[in-house]
């Protein structure tokens, strides 16, 4: 980075070149960094303050869809066909399978 001359036609220094900025712009540089607090300041106590109940009173976020006292069923045990995946490995091949019914049955069964 190249120098710029000082007054007597000297090189300065990058401390006295900042230096001299800040002294020229003193007032600048405080009221920005005051209103950057104060920005700040509002910001920290909107988000504070934001209180999630007032804004979704009234609504239902998942309305229920099965009645009171029913329970949801476990999914059907239903046979899967034999399938190709692709990987980055390459393509593998997935034999067919069950799949669903429940294992509460199971594990209800004395051995």
Do not use: W
């Amino acid at each position: 980075m190249p120098q710029a001359p000082s007054e007597d036609g000297e090189p300065t220094s990058v401390i006295e070149t900042v230096k001299s900025l800040v002294k020229k712009n003193k007032k600048i540089i405080i009221g920005g960094g005051t209103a950057l607090v104060v920005a700040t300041g509002v910001f920290i106590s909107l988000a504070k303050g934001q209180d999630l109940t007032e804004d979704t009173e009234g609504f239902d976020p998942s309305p229920d869809l099965v009645a009171e006292g029913e329970k949801r069923q476990p999914p059907r045990k239903h046979e899967v066909s034999a399938y190709e995946r692709r990987t980055r490995y390459g393509v593998q091949s997935v034999r067919s399978y069950s799949r669903g019914g429940s294992t509460a049955e199971a594990d209800c069964t004395p051995a």
